[in-house]
């Protein structure tokens, strides 16, 4: 079982999470690599879930003209 924090880290910068260590990124057991991504990913979900259901709310609403729409500020 991984930590929060380590899933965090895993997720945002795997090199940081691996000790920058290359040998260990890649002979790290297949299985174990499956159960970390999900676990990473599961905590994204959850992280982000109640912001996803905004956007479908506000999409479903029709304020999203289409999905290429850009969103964000544009670039100069």
Known sequence: MHS???LRTFASDPA???????EAMH???PTELAELQLAALR?????LRERVVKSSRIAARG??????E???PRAS
């Open 70 to 72: 850009r969103v964000g």
């Open 16 to 22: 940081v999470h691996f000790g920058h260590d290359r």
């Open 27 to 29: 002979t790290l057991d």
């Open 4 to 6: 929060d924090a380590d």
């Open 43 to 47: 905590m994204r979900f959850r992280d």
């Open 63 to 68: 304020s999203v003209a289409r999905q290429s």
